[in-house]
Antibody
Framework: EVQLVESGGVVVQPGGSLRLSCAASGFTFDDYTMHWVRQAPGKGLEWVALITWNGGGTYYADSVKGRFTLSRDNSKNSLYLQMNSLRTEDTGLYYC???????????????WGQGTLVTVSS | DIQMTQSPSSLSASVGDRVTITCQASQDISSSLNWYQQEPGKAPKLLIY???TLRTGVPSRFSGSGSGSNFTFTISSLQPVDIATYYC?????????FGGGTKVEIK
C-alpha cells in the first residue's frame, strides 16, 4: 500500500524558514517523480514543485521560485521542501504527492498524503 | 504559463441528474489533462487521466472527453457520495496547473 506521510508544518513568522519532509513507502520511490501541492484555507489546489526520480531535475511554480528548494534522498525514501522567505500567502495545507508516470516523466498525481499545515503569521 | 479556466465554479443538481463541468486551457495541451475529486476534509483523488482514461476502480458514471484546449468532465447520474469539489489539471511540459475547481452540491 502506498503511503506518504508529511511532517514539519508549524506556525512561522513572515520572512522565516521551514523544512517540510515526506516519508514514502509501498512503492519503488526512486522510480518516480514526486511533487508538492498546496491548498490555502478554503481555496483551490496549487501545484508547487516537482523533482525527478534521481533529483536531477526540479521545477517550481512562479509563486515560489527562488524561495523554495525541493530535494530527495532515495536511500531514505524521503522528500524535502526547504521554504525560505515565507510570506503570509504561503499559508496552507501542503501535500506530498506521487506521480503516476513510470517512465521518469510526470503526468498525474495518483497518490496523496494527508498534508501538513503551514501557517505564516506574525 | 498555461492557465486553466474551469466552469462553473459551483453547481447544484438533483440525485440522478447528469452533471457537466468544463475546463479550457489557454493554449493547446493535446490530451494532457486530468480530473480529480476532493471530498470535504480529504486529500484529492485522481479520477481520470489523459483526458478520458478512467482510473482503475473509479465508477463508470464518471467520464472525461476533449482534446486541444477544451475538455469536459461528466457525471452521468449524480449520487449523494459525489458531493465534492472537482478540479482539472494540465501537465503540458514542464509546469503543471490546476483549474479553479467546481463545487458540486445536491439540490
Amino acid at each position: 500500500e502506498v503511503q506518504l506521510v508529511e511532517s514539519g508544518g508549524v506556525v512561522v513568522q513572515p520572512g522565516g524558514s521551514l523544512r517540510l519532509s515526506c516519508a514514502a513507502s509501498g512503492f519503488t520511490f526512486d522510480d518516480y517523480t514526486m511533487h508538492w501541492v498546496r491548498q490555502a484555507p478554503g481555496k483551490g489546489l496549487e501545484w508547487v514543485a516537482l523533482i525527478t526520480w534521481n533529483g536531477g531535475g526540479t521545477y517550481y511554480a512562479d509563486s515560489v521560485k527562488g524561495r523554495f528548494t525541493l530535494s530527495r534522498d532515495n536511500s531514505k525514501n524521503s522528500l524535502y521542501l526547504q521554504m525560505n522567505s515565507l510570506r503570509t500567502e504561503d499559508t496552507g495545507l501542503y501535500y506530498c504527492v506521487k506521480d503516476m508516470d513510470d517512465s521518469y516523466g510526470w503526468t498525474a498525481f495518483d497518490y496523496w498524503g494527508q498534508g501538513t499545515l503551514v501557517t505564516v503569521s506574525s | 504559463d498555461i492557465q486553466m479556466t474551469q466552469s462553473p465554479s459551483s453547481l447544484s443538481a438533483s440525485v440522478g441528474d447528469r452533471v457537466t463541468i468544463t475546463c479550457q486551457a489557454s493554449q493547446d495541451i493535446s490530451s494532457s489533462l486530468n480530473w480529480y475529486q476532493q471530498e470535504p476534509g480529504k486529500a484529492p483523488k485522481l479520477l481520470i487521466y489523459d483526458a478520458s482514461t478512467l482510473r482503475t476502480g473509479v465508477p463508470s458514471r464518471f467520464s472525461g472527453s476533449g482534446s486541444g484546449s477544451n475538455f469536459t468532465f461528466t457525471i452521468s447520474s449524480l449520487q449523494p457520495v459525489d458531493i465534492a469539489t472537482y478540479y482539472c489539471q494540465q501537465y503540458d511540459y514542464p509546469l503543471l496547473t490546476f483549474g479553479g475547481g467546481t463545487k458540486v452540491e445536491i439540490k
